[in-house]
């Protein structure tokens, strides 16, 4: 009997480390193939004066502020994993402070009613529902998010600004705060190329960063968030990046609704698994440590190439009419109109109330244009690119690949004559930003080497307006000890049992 275990052991530990090894392999396999589109194409981007090609290969410095994991946290990301529950960023949502007016009875909440029965939520010192959430403070996450005290990505930022700094704040969704797993976001790598560059000039100056960014949010999150946590910070400019959130071709064609953001009239949780099972169907599993494992990441590849409904082409699409609004100028669009389609005039008003508040304390708002990776026609490799496939033809059906393409183009005109009208800096990522889809896990958000490039797009349409404002003597400003307290907060758990009936 003693024989039998031990042989049941060695077989145990050699599928372990055999596994191990595998895991060790296809993750340095993913990296070189991260690297090579990046090598590809950095020659492309054009260097402002003063910028180095050497420096976009430095990481930032490590995170001062990355601290151990509590077990307690590990033990959330279990009951997650227990529940079932699983699409999207709920293993993330567990280390968020909700904000608390939005959750009300979270049992009545289609999304968070979805929760293994605990949420850390906060006090919104306006008591409005936007944000919906925070990160919190001062934690480093399972995930991988390292936040300092306001519960911004990055290092910490003293409250009070300190002589010869110059501030910049990054306002958006998921594509500011970017994959929780990689080691550093877009802003946190402009930061560190912008004291490279002020260090090669001599320049006795330090720049701050500031990433407001939080995954799932709207320009009407943002004028909030603007308001009560990145203002009182005292920023220098404002970088607003972000188009896809509200980017909804429903406003132009009657397609049928998936979503129900209410909780169903049967009173069940919409957010518990059919049939109130607590494990995920056909292979869901693999779909749930996808994000954690690049081995995982390959065999859902395989598993979807084996289908062969899926290839590289544009899936078969419903049928449907987009319908503009009367007397809409496509090419020349009139920015003032309040019925610009996919959200656009409010996110316009939203930019509105940014600009003004962000003029009134100093602070310059500098608009980007939004890349989206779509084409008519486009064709993208069954296997690596997977997920782009799926994020298009299913997360968007029934809308065409030429729509997408076409309301993108829409926007990013729309951008660019906001900020002609308002002498605005704007940086045009859409036309800079390389159209490869090995940069992308799907058509917004970028691998970590596509992650790095678009900080070095950013860092180029940046560097002129950092050295405009120094040369006028404008910066680095000076500022007086303010009597305003830090845009600090203490979120607190709450703990609750949802029955599947509200």
Known sequence: MRRLWLNVLLVVVSVALCTAAAEFVVRQLDTNADNAPVGRHLDEIALAPGVDRAWFFADPPPLPNRRAIPKEWFDLVQKVEQSGITEGTRRADMFKAWNATFVGDPCRHAYLCGAPGHLYVYDPPSGEARPPYRFLPNATTPIGLVTNEYGFRGPPVPFARQPR???????????????????????????????????????????????????SITSSDNVVIVRDEVLPLQPDLLVYY?????????TLAEVPDSGDMAVASSGRCPAQPAGGGTAEASCGWLASLESESALV????????????????????????????????????????????????STILHDLDTIRATGDAAGAELVLASFIWLVKDGM???????????????????PFRYRDLERLAAFENRVFAKYARAHDLA????????????????????????????????????????????????AWPRKFEATKKSAPAFKPRPITFTCTGKS
């Open 379 to 397: 064709v993208l490799h069954p296997i690596r690119h997977r997920s782009i496939l799926e994020y298009l033809n299913q997360g968007y059906a």
């Open 426 to 473: 704007f940086i045009d990522v859409a036309r800079l930003m390389p159209f490869d889809p090995d940069l992308y896990v799907d058509a917004i958000h970028n691998s970590y080497g596509g992650e790095r490039l678009r900080a070095w797009v950013f860092l180029q349409g940046l560097v002129p307006i950092v050295e405009r404002h120094l040369k006028s003597g």
């Open 242 to 250: 972000e188009g896809a959130n509200q980017f909804d071709l429903r």
């Open 297 to 344: 990441r390959r065999v859902r590849a395989l598993l979807a190439a084996g289908n062969p409904a899926v290839g590289g082409d544009e899936w078969p699409k419903k049928d449907y009419t987009l319908r503009w609004p009367k007397g809409v100028d496509e090419r020349d669009p009139d920015i003032k109109r309040p019925d610009l389609p996919v959200h656009l």
């Open 165 to 215: 700094t110059v501030r910049i704040a990054f306002i958006g969704a998921s594509t500011t705060v970017g994959n929780h797993y990689f080691p550093y976001s877009y802003p946190e790598f402009v930061g560190n190329w912008l004291n490279m560059w002020a260090a090669s000039r001599k320049l006795d100056v330090k720049f701050e960063i500031l990433n407001a960014g939080r995954e």
